[in-house]
């Protein structure tokens, strides 16, 4: 194996040789149509690029939601999954307040099937599968997509391939110089700093975005049902949190560092207690910290040329040591993870309907932790894929087979994992008639064992397998701009898309105890099966200086158990936490600089056990509001926005006896030049 | 034809009533954080109720409900672990009162005046104040005023409780020592005196992590080890408290786990268990019954048995998550639990005597702890008052459900279970 990889590369590397010979003889020609000749090649060949990526012919075969620009601006959002609750398909888990663990599930694959990138690079936690979507803000972004399955951009990496859905947060690229601060406060004590710095230089590209919040997030809550009627204030839901972050382009180079550092409270559930005597208190520490950089280039007029590097390093510190924690072990461990990862993306595009890549992916892991009958784990996890797509007449088609590798190295009693190895298919079709484009697309993927699974103490199982999805999708698509170029006489654009689509879960990796013994350990166990139905509508309208826009989501599915078809209790029934129905409706208007936007989300009933028709989470509606006015004077701006949200005060929960925050609010004063 | 009916009719009532002489409660665990913590009531061959505390007292119980026993008449003690309380029930499953003065509950038992609970915890408050302990502590609570009248420090993560001639007898675990970096498992039984709450001696058994489900027969206690998941196989163990308190070398081991036990109406004892490895990821399952004086005797050369009575080995052995074993100490009836897949609800199993399969029921999550009440439906219904004839009967047991052996150990005034009904010793 370690032989076909290194083939692999050479490769790669010797396409990439010859495509670097190719371009010092031969500069794009493109450029020369370019009106900027002047300016150095490289940034012209970056407008180019954008250019192309606008008009990608391929985008309509994927299935994809986005939210960029002036309507992700209009959203009342504190972090990335604020946003990601709008698209169809999408379940939320949070844990309530603003440092509880906030991570997404599409179609009901689980959290740990969501890949989440930066500009196209993967964020990773090696250690526990899932991205904490609360740490990162859209202050920086420029868009927030979501793929089901993949992509299919023509040079992507190798990880790219490998999730069940991917969530894109693209970053912004300034096209000016400014320099803006905002100062928030917010309900249950909340206080943010923020200040951004762009530029646009010469070519080059960068901003500075840096954010400091203080919240007491002791918000109250009320649990009233036929036994009990519990009122209290969220205890132990603290946190503060620095994060900063700054990025440099210039042309097809791009560049990301990313710090968040937080100190947090981990509140329990709530549960009967006759006083708040004795709190669960655990608290939490993360030093998060990335730095990232891709380049993409393209060489006469068939080849493309992607590489990414990235160092991550994460420090994680969970203390329980307090008086008011009666009811746990007293622990104060520290986790560190560091991640060094490569990949090579080239593609050829011999006509100029047909692309051809590889890329190959390698990404190092380390994890360190001070627990008991823990060692250091490493781990090497490498990926090559081959890719092709197709762009003829109307019919668009894309082929891909991706190769995972991962191996293990570890002194932990029970040893490494035996390597993992496996090749995934995935293949799209689509046709396009009077501009409603018909696809489908069907792709096989699966998640390695994460290093918590495989070596937690007194958890861990070295035996796993990994966790495997097959999907399938059919959707149509359509999109409507009115020809009227006068803004006086108003501009409509309609965007439509509907999916229905099928999944199945094998090797579900599950904790439970081992039969008949108090012990809990990782397992594979369980089979579900999927089927449902999204669909979403943009509408927006312009005339003179109003704006309107109406954004739509529908999700319906019906998530069922497959495990064991004897178990009549457990068999063909609603998979916990899957809701059949939900929805989301926002919209936003504008005149001028005032703008104001309503979201509505509905979320329907959730089992959360199967045990009893009882244990349901209560259907919800959650209603924010947000208005906002900019007052600019010359080069500066003076903004105010009003946020509520919850305006109907529902207490709703995602996960049982975690409760949400009710009303809230939000004032924002914001000032820029 | 007729006579044919009414012998059909007669017989089904007769059934019918035998049945009824079963009601068993069963503490269904819940979700861990999920305060869904519940109580089965089953009564007449079912079940009639899986919200019972719900049902009669417009409440939940909590989070974890872990343990639960008779303490007198009128009076039973349900420790709910995650809730940080004992809650205190009538019979008739009403509450009466709830303490939240010992955090981190686990295991109950009672001379009938008074309830020990062990404890994960490291405070508590008592009538003269808050106590605070390094390692686990055993507290006393007085059901004249559901206070803590005292405390007693033991070992590490203490989970199963004895009482025995005025004796407590604990099985410390130090559960916690997989996370906390200050402390091993332990491997002792601390002997407490009931009636001035000291530490009289720790018996040190050389086995590691003496945790889950302890049994007692008379003088006899059936302890599981299971072990430390990793290097330290787990095993059992049967010790008595007879020589304990004499000094002796009073304890056993033999090389299979009792993860789960319970007594039988003759003094023995029923274990299923799991031995379970980090390492290999794998479990043996096994069934035992167990003559403790037998295997004391022989040093465990004999008086254990890999057999259940009937279809009981097998039953277990089929089921997703074993999760309890328990024998009616009225009736002999047994019993025991299947948590499935812990997601959805659990089952309830029902064998006669002789282990014949009578029936599963649907009970709620995680069904794992049982009491049973008297057979005649009359908690205060005492067939025999001032009976002197209790000690030695085959049949005779005291309200926790261990068998009464010698008449020393008996207390004048003091109610008993004899051929099923209670009867007062007295005269």
């Known amino acids: 194996m370690t032989h076909y990889y290194l083939q692999a590369i050479l490769a790669i590397v010797l396409a990439l040789a010859v495509t670097a010979g190719a371009s010092a003889q031969n500069p794009d020609p493109q450029a020369s149509q370019l009106p900027t000749a002047g300016e150095r090649t490289d940034s012209i060949k970056q407008l180019h690029e954008v250019t192309v990526a606008a008009k990608q012919p391929v985008r309509t075969i994927a299935t994809s939601q986005t939210l960029s620009g002036a309507d992700l601006q209009a959203l009342s959002t504190t972090s990335v999954a604020d946003a990601l609750k709008y698209f169809s398909g999408v379940q939320i888990k949070d844990y309530g307040g603003l440092g509880g663990l906030k991570t997404i599930n599409v179609r009901s694959l689980g959290a740990q099937h969501v890949g989440v990138y930066v500009d196209g690079i993967r964020l990773t936690n090696a250690q526990n599968g899932t991205v904490d979507l609360g740490k990162f803000s859209l202050s920086s972004m420029e868009s927030v997509s979501l793929y089901n399955a993949n992509k299919l951009d023509n040079c992507q990496s190798a990880s790219e391939y490998a999730s069940g859905a991917t969530v894109y947060l693209q970053t912004k690229r300034p096209t000016s110089d400014s320099l803006s601060v905002q100062l928030r406060n917010a309900s249950f004590f909340t206080w943010m700093a923020k200040l951004n710095a762009q530029f646009n230089w010469k070519g080059w590209q960068g901003f500075v975005d840096g954010e400091y919040c203080s919240s007491r997030g002791d918000y109250p809550f009320r649990y009233h049902s036929q036994y009990e009627d519990t009122v209290g204030h969220r205890a132990n839901s603290d946190i503060r949190y620095v994060r900063a972050e700054a990025a440099l382009f210039r042309g097809g180079f791009s560049s990301h560092v990313y710090y968040y550092g937080s100190e947090r409270g981990c509140p329990g559930g709530i549960v009967r207690r006759l006083s708040d005597k004795y709190t669960n208190v655990g608290r939490e520490w993360d030093r998060d910290f990335f730095v990232q950089a891709s380049y993409k280039e393209h060489f006469l007029k068939w080849l493309v040329f992607k590489a990414n590097a990235k160092y991550a390093n994460e420090y994680l510190r969970y203390n329980t040591k307090y008086p008011e924690n009666q009811n746990t072990a007293r622990v104060d461990n520290h986790f560190r993870q560091q991640d060094a990862y490569g990949a090579l993306c080239v593609s050829f595009l011999p006509w100029s309907w047909l692309s051809l890549s590889s890329s190959y992916d390698i990404r190092y892991s380390i994890l360190r932790a001070d627990l008991k009958r823990f060692d250091d784990v490493k781990r090497v996890d490498q990926k090559l894929v081959f890719a092709a797509q197709m762009n003829w007449h109307d019919i668009q088609a894309a082929v891909s087979a991706l190769h995972q590798r991962y191996s293990d190295w570890t002194f932990v009693q029970a040893g490494a994992a035996d390597p993992l190895d496996r090749w995934t298919p995935a293949v799209s079709l689509a046709y396009t008639l009077y501009g409603v484009t018909l696809r489908g697309w069907y792709k096989e993927i699966f998640r390695a064992p994460t290093l918590n699974d495989l070596y937690y103490t007194q958890a861990g199982n070295r035996n796993l397998k990994p966790e495997y999805t097959k999907q399938f999708n059919i959707g149509l698509e359509y999109h409507w701009i009115s020809r009227n170029n006068s803004m006086a006489n108003g501009q409509w654009a309609v965007d439509i898309q509907a999916d229905v689509y099928w999944n199945r879960i094998e090797n579900r990796i599950v904790c439970l105890p081992m039969k008949g013994t108090y012990t809990w350990s990782m397992m594979n166990y369980g089979e579900t099966f999927c089927r449902g139905l999204n669909a979403t509508l943009k509408g927006h309208y312009r005339t003179g200086q109003w704006n309107f826009s109406l954004l739509n989501s529908i999700t319906w599915q019906r998530d069922v158990d497959r495990t064991d078809p004897s178990d009549e209790d457990m068999y063909d029934k609603p998979i916990c936490y899957s809701p059949a129905f939900s929805t989301g409706l926002t919209a936003i208007a504008g005149w001028r600089t005032l703008q104001f936007t309503t979201s509505y989300l509905y979320v329907g009933e959730r089992m959360w056990s199967k045990a009893d028709p009882e244990d349901i989470l209560e259907p919800y509606h959650n209603i924010d509001m947000k208005l906002s006015y900019t007052h600019n004077i010359k080069k500066t701006s003076l903004g105010l926005c009003l946020e509520v949200c919850d305006v109907l005060d529902i207490q709703y929960e995602h996960i049982p006896r975690y409760p949400m925050p009710g009303r809230n609010y939000k004032l924002t004063l914001s000032f820029g030049i | 034809m007729m006579k044919r009916y009414l012998t059909f009719l007669l ?417």
Not at chain 2, 66 to 95: H, M, Y
Not at chain 2, 162 to 177: C, H, M, P, Q, S
Not at chain 2, 252 to 276: C, E, M, Q, W
């Open chain 2, 11 to 427: 017989l089904t009532l007769y059934i019918y009533n035998m049945r009824a002489q079963e009601r068993i409660i069963v503490l269904d665990e819940g979700m861990w954080q999920a305060d869904n913590g519940r109580i089965s009531y089953f009564e007449n061959g079912s079940i009639t109720s899986n919200q019972w505390f719900r049902d009669k007292n417009g409440m939940k119980i909590g989070d974890t409900p872990n343990d639960i026993i008779q303490v007198n008449e009128n009076l039973i003690a349900i420790a709910v672990n995650w809730s940080n309380i004992v809650q205190f029930i009538r019979p008739d499953g009403t509450a009466v009162a709830a303490t939240e003065d010992i955090p981190n509950n686990r295991r109950l038992c009672s001379d009938g005046n008074y309830v020990y609970v062990t404890s994960y915890g490291h405070e508590c408050e008592t009538i003269y104040g808050t106590r605070y302990f390094e390692k686990g502590f055993v507290a006393k609570i007085d059901v004249s005023n559901f206070k803590v009248v005292a405390t007693c420090e033991v070992g590490y993560e203490p989970e199963g409780i004895a009482l025995y001639e005025g004796r407590l007898f604990i099985a410390n675990t130090g559960g916690y020592a997989p996370e906390e970096q200050d402390h091993d498992f332990e491997t002792t039984v601390s002997i407490v005196n009931a009636a001035t709450m000291t530490l009289e001696r720790n018996v040190d058994t050389g086995i590691s992590n003496l945790f889950g489900e302890m049994s007692q027969s008379g003088r006899y206690l059936c302890i599981n080890s299971p072990g430390d998941y990793y290097d330290i196989p787990p095993c059992g163990l049967i010790f008595d408290c007879e020589k304990a308190l004499k000094g002796e070398e009073c304890f056993v081991v033999f090389n299979y786990p009792v993860t789960y036990n319970t007594t039988t109406l003759d003094g023995r004892f029923f274990a299923i268990g799991s031995a379970f490895s980090y390492i290999t990821g794998e479990y043996v399952f096994s069934c035992l019954t167990i003559e403790p004086w037998t295997v004391l005797k022989t040093r465990g050369r004999q008086g254990l048995v890999q057999t259940l009575p009937g279809t009981m080995a097998s039953d277990f052995a089929n089921m997703s998550q074993p999760y309890g074993i328990y024998v009616n100490p009225y009736t002999g009836y047994i019993y025991g639990t299947d948590a499935g897949s812990f997601e959805g609800a659990g089952y309830l199993f029902q064998w006669s005597p002789q282990g014949q399969l009578l029936g599963q029921h649907k009970v709620y999550v995680n069904p794992g702890h049982f009491l049973a009440l008297p057979p005649d439906g009359h908690q205060d219904g005492i067939a025999d008052t001032g009976s002197s004839q209790i000690a030695n009967h085959p049949s005779a047991f005291d309200l926790q459900g261990r068998p009464v052996s010698n008449n020393g150990q008996l207390k004048k005034g003091t109610i008993y279970i004899k051929d099923g009904k209670k009867t007062l010793f007295g005269r």
